[in-house]
């Protein structure tokens, strides 16, 4: 028996694949960028992603100039919003990036501290009524009241409590006055402006970030890392490798936005490639290919260690490569 872990080892021959992605993320007249590396489960995308990964950072250590961030999309099944936890997870990783300048750190705390609003805004949306009802009269009493029942607890939370609630009122419940400044939308446009401008330093030329597991996220945490990608994270010096069972997006398409009577345009299909720019498709493995995996697997049980694997592994590829020519 197996763990179902990403190999360290290049046991399903990926290799290609890895130095076509790598090269392509790393172009910047390619930028933004998504890539949506497609196949079944098992079909080996950790692996991938772990590989692309390798190219990436050896290119990276003679240019230092290039950051590659990993995330687990299903890290973030649990979280109220998984936009914001996807946001602030990119940021986090950015900012503590040993590489980045600190004119970059200081920008990209700025946004950090921007994100809270979107988070107030989705609790407004969770715990319903009591909060929406204050914020538009501007009296955060009844919500207090409604989660609090100690009176000198329910005065230091309005306190507290009045400027969270009036940012809610004028950045997220005037939804409908598009020119207003603090409309949804406009905030939406600035998060991605500062976000790129946060970026523009010389000493950043790409940032790629790899998404593994989405296809293990509930239907709508992926809708809302999608999204996230696509509004407020898709801006220049930005590349998107997404790991994902074509399948098990389209699905959560279907279920999010049902098909239309009469319309025959595949809407999960487009919403697709609204998202994905470039898509990859691996290929499923063979039986051939199986009992050769399975062969490999086998010697990792036979060799004493890690490293003389790898050895073995590498003289074995070698030498079937010199067949070849």
């Known amino acids: 028996m197996w763990l179902d872990n990403a190999s360290e080892v290049d046991i399903l021959f990926y ?5 076509v992605i790598a090269d392509i993320s790393q172009n ?15 079909a080996g995308k950790s692996t991938l992603l772990k590989l692309i990964k390798q190219k990436i950072d050896e290119k990276a250590q003679k240019k230092e100039k290039t950051l590659c961030i990993n995330i687990n999309a299903w890290m973030f099944e649990g979280y109220e919003d998984a936009k914001v936890a996807l946001m602030e997870a990119l940021l986090r990783e950015i900012k ?8 970059v750190k200081d920008g990209i705390s ?11 805004a989705t609790k407004a949306v969770s715990v319903g009524a009591p909060l929406i009802a204050s914020a538009a009269t501007g009296n955060p009493v009844p919500f207090m009241i409604s989660i609090s029942t100690n009176a000198e607890a329910i005065g230091e939370s309005v306190k507290n409590t009045a400027n969270a609630v009036q940012s809610i009122r004028d950045d997220y419940i005037k939804t409908d006055e598009v020119n207003d400044e603090n409309s949804v939308v406009n905030n939406v446009r600035k998060f991605r402006e500062e976000f790129q401008k946060a970026l523009e330093d010389d000493a950043i030329e790409n940032i790629i970030v790899l998404i593994d597991d989405l296809d293990r996220c509930q239907p709508d945490r992926i809708i809302e890392t999608l999204e996230a990608i696509k509004l ?27 098909p239309i009577e009469n319309y025959t345009v595949n809407l999960d299909k487009e919403y697709i490639e609204k998202i994905i720019q470039l898509p990859i498709y691996i290929p499923e493995l063979s039986s051939k290919r199986y009992r050769k995996l399975f062969d490999v697997l ?3 049980r036979v060799l004493p260690q890690r490293s003389s694997f790898k050895a073995f592994f590498r003289k074995d590829k070698k030498r079937k490569a010199s067949h070849i020519r």
């Not at 290799?15 to 130095?19: G, I, L, R």
């Not at 910047?28 to 098992?42: D, M």
């Not at 503590?96 to 004119?103: F, G, L, T």
């Not at 998107?240 to 279920?255: G, H, L, M, P, T």
């Open 15 to 19: 290799e290609p694949y890895a130095n």
């Open 28 to 42: 910047p007249n390619y930028k933004p960028l998504t890539i949506g590396v497609f196949g079944v489960w098992g």
């Open 96 to 103: 503590e990036h040993k590489d980045i300048p600190s004119k």
């Open 110 to 120: 700025k946004l950090l501290k921007k994100l809270d609003l979107f988070k107030l």
């Open 232 to 258: 407020f994270l898709s801006v220049e010096k930005m590349t998107f490798i997404i790991a994902a069972d074509e399948n098990v997006i389209q699905y959560a398409i279907r279920k999010k936005y049902p």
């Open 298 to 300: 086998g010697c990792t």
